[in-house]
């Protein structure tokens, strides 16, 4: 089955500078890649996705690539805000197995003002 | 758009109890929902993955006489949590989509302790 692993577990930044994300997948039949943001005691919600014929994705200050080759994909996050601070999970889904979606183990972000 | 609604969002029960949680798509037909399992610091669990009018399937390692999935409409989805013991202690969530070629939707959560 997939399986997606997500580095690092934890970053640290300054208000104002840029965090990447980082996540790997095993399964090459997964298509549909969306990026998750959880803050504490609350449901995790969609900030952007991108689909396996797309290698960029650009929303405001926040940006996802996918490299397909390589099995990869990343979140961007430009000009980073102290509201920016939440736990982020990179996911992968395919088109069999009841298109279900795995999670990557998360990153927690802490956006020093 | 794409409102799901999770109840109870709290539950504290005796060890033996069952409980039974709610997963409801609001504004949309969820043709299917997922059982998510979050413990503190870790990442979504997928549990299992319902679809309306059929039997739930269950991931490897998940109890399914334990963990009771019931999808009976296209707008609702249960989870009954059998005989709770304190180690099924945790955050379960749902989340639905009403076509597979969309993003899932979740809702708010219910934290689950067993005394």
């Known amino acids: 089955g997939e399986n997606v692993e997500q580095h690092p577990s934890t970053l640290s930044v300054q208000e104002g500078d840029s965090a990447v994300i980082k996540c790997t997948y095993s399964d090459s039949a997964s298509n549909y890649f969306p990026w998750y943001k959880q803050e504490l005691g609350k449901r995790p919600q969609l900030i952007i996705d991108i689909r396996s014929n797309v290698g960029e994705k650009k929303d405001q200050r926040i940006a996802v690539t996918l490299n397909k080759t390589a099995k990869h994909f990343s979140l961007h996050i430009t000009e980073t805000q102290p509201e920016d601070s939440a736990v982020y999970f990179c996911a992968a889904r395919g088109n069999t197995g009841g298109f279900k979606t795995i999670f990557g183990a998360g990153t927690r972000l802490f956006v020093k003002a | 758009g794409a409102v799901v609604s999770q109840h109870p969002s709290w539950v504290i029960c005796k060890s033996g109890t069952s409980v039974k949680i709610e997963c409801r798509s609001l504004?949309?037909?969820?043709?299917?929902m997922f059982w998510y399992r979050q413990f503190p610091k870790q990442s979504l669990m997928l549990m299992a993955t319902s679809n309306e009018g059929s039997k739930a399937t269950y991931e490897q390692g998940v109890e399914k006489d334990k963990f009771l999935i019931n999808h009976a409409s296209l707008t609702l989805s249960t989870l009954t949590v059998t005989s709770a013991h304190p180690e099924d202690s945790s955050f379960y969530i749902c989340s639905a989509t009403g076509t597979l070629d969309q993003p899932q939707h979740f809702g708010d959560g219910t934290r689950l302790s067993i005394l």
């Open positions: 504004d949309f037909q969820a043709t299917t």
